[in-house]
């Protein structure tokens, strides 16, 4: 009876489990929930709307530090992360200017672009700890400077979930949902704890594999995209 439980066991978990390819689409989906929010026809649809995308970013941060730590390339990861910046800024104008935010910042990908970076001052922090927290301050305060989203707590946050890779990986995962919790929770955003369910089921594989490049790219080219949609459609409302 207790092989057979454990049988079962075995045969489940599998589909329980999400690869980080499946956790860009659930951190994308929320993401364009929460800036199609500016379209909702009421107040209480709209606050709902950015509840739930409260969601997205504590998994593209987590995300960010596995890639560092798992990309074969992880200067390259950067560059591509920064050209998603460049692509992505003018469609971010275009929907800050549409929401009627008229002071300047920049997007998304610029945070985690600095996120990525600042993983080379966490790895220097043991051979040369000044110039470790020098990298870390630096990125830091590069998107302060450009008052990029999310600029808070993306650069520190992406830091010490990458640092904290260093435990063995059933404590480097707690270690990481406790950050993230507390993090939510400092900001005052509790519905971003919700991002913990997907992150406490990821299974630390890529997955996408049958869609190829086309995984990569698609989800570097929906955040511009979704931006100038949801211009579009608010526009001809």
Avoid at 195 to 205: E, H, Q, R, T, V
Wanted: a positive charge.
């Amino acid at each position: 009876m207790a092989k057979r439980a454990a049988t079962a066991r075995t045969q489940t978990s599998p589909a329980l489990r999400l690869s980080a390819t499946q956790l860009k689409v659930i951190a994308c989906i929320t993401m364009a929930i929460d800036h199609s929010a500016i379209l909702g026809p009421d107040y209480p649809t709209r606050y709902l709307m950015k509840c739930i995308g409260r969601i997205a970013f504590p998994i593209f941060i987590f995300l960010i530090a596995e890639g560092c730590a798992k990309t074969h390339d992880r200067q390259r990861y950067v560059l591509r992360l920064a050209a998603g910046a460049l692509v992505s800024q003018i469609p971010w104008i275009i929907f800050q200017r549409f929401e009627l935010h008229m002071y300047f910042s920049t997007n998304v990908f610029v945070t985690l672009a600095l996120a990525a970076l600042s993983t080379y001052g966490v790895d220097e922090l043991h051979k040369r700890p000044l110039l470790g927290i020098a990298v870390i301050a630096g990125c830091y305060g590069a998107t302060q400077l450009l008052h990029s989203d999310w600029k808070t707590v993306g650069v520190l946050v992406c830091a010490a979930l990458y640092g904290l890779r260093a435990l063995p990986p059933r404590y480097a995962r707690i270690g990481q949902l406790c950050i993230i919790a507390l993090t939510w929770l400092w900001l005052g955003q509790p519905t971003g704890l919700f991002a913990l369910i997907p992150l406490a089921l990821y299974s630390g594989k890529r997955g996408g594999e049958c869609m190829g490049e086309l995984a990569k790219w698609g989800f570097y080219a929906f955040y511009p995209l979704h931006l100038l949609v949801i211009v579009a459609v608010g526009t001809f409302l």
